[in-house]
């Protein structure tokens, strides 16, 4: 399903949208790229999937690059991603430097931005593009991940090429650095509530699955949809069922 505003309004309602259609006239005509290192399987394609065409909706003039990049290039900016939100162990060596540059550089010479109003550039896989043009435009780096406790050989690395931007948008209050010296702004982490992902399962499916793998259907169920690794906090999911099950007498 290619997505609608008016779909939208069953959820929040008709005023809510014609907020959005009214605040966002002041940027119809203008064109905004966004720019992140894949189309599917992460959070980010997923806001993307929706945003970019939604704001082509609101006459807002939107395109979305996809940076391109080889399996060393994504091995290490994986490191990169993990040093960020606190990985002791990753390091950004010589070698590592040169392959993510290099990448940078191959993509830079396959992308033009002279058009842009605006160019908004999604995590570290493709921050340091902005080295490499001369800016006609404010650039803004979205980073959706909390990197305020970054590892230092890391954060040494990307530091200066965020405070090339013209600001950074973070998820929270409490992810803003001190040591960024661009402008800091908050955008929320968002779901869209109409994508596959968050659609009704037929009761048959469901009983099915559930059924396949002898999870008990006449109790209430707790799950996280994510990947298994320590940045998506499984363990704060099994603590919170924890706390469940001993104030619900039905669990027990």
């Known amino acids: 399903m290619i997505p609608n505003l008016k779909d939208y309004e069953k959820i929040v309602g008709k005023e809510v949208i014609e907020g959005f259609k009214s605040s966002s006239e002041r940027l119809v005509g203008c064109h905004i790229?966004?720019?992140?290192?894949?189309s599917q399987g992460g959070g980010v394609a997923e806001i993307l999937n929706t945003l970019v065409i939604l704001m082509n909706r609101l006459k807002i003039d939107t395109s979305w690059r996809i940076f391109k990049g080889s399996y060393h290039f994504f091995n290490i900016t994986k490191k990169m991603h993990n040093g960020l939100q606190g990985d002791a162990k990753a390091k950004m060596t010589s070698f590592r430097k040169r392959v993510y540059l290099e990448e940078t550089e191959r993509n830079c010479i396959m992308n033009h931005f002279k058009i842009e109003d605006l160019v908004i550039v999604h995590d570290p896989q493709p921050l340091a593009m902005i080295t490499h043009y001369e800016k006609r435009q404010p650039w803004?780096?979205?980073?959706?991940?909390?990197?305020?406790?970054?590892?230092?050989?890391?954060?040494?690395f990307v530091q200066p090429y965020v405070n090339k931007y013209d600001g950074v948008i973070v998820s929270m209050e409490q992810y803003k650095k001190p040591d960024i010296t661009r402008p800091q702004h908050i955008i929320m982490p968002s779901i869209d509530p109409l994508s596959i992902k968050n659609a009704p399962i037929h009761e048959d499916r469901r009983n099915k699955v559930l059924g396949k793998r002898g999870i008990d259907q006449d109790r209430p169920i707790i799950t996280q949809i994510s990947r298994f690794d320590p940045w998506k906090d499984p363990l704060g999911v099994v603590k919170m069922w924890e706390k469940v099950r001993?104030?619900?007498?039905?669990?027990?």
């Not at 790229?33 to 894949?38: K, L, R």
């Not at 001993?246 to 027990?252: D, G, L, M, P, R």
Request: with cysteine; charged share 15%.
């Open 140 to 156: 803004l780096w979205r980073c959706h991940i909390d990197i305020t406790n970054a590892n230092p050989n890391i954060w040494e």
């Open 246 to 252: 001993k104030s619900t007498a039905s669990w027990c």
């Open 33 to 38: 790229s966004h720019v992140n290192s894949t």
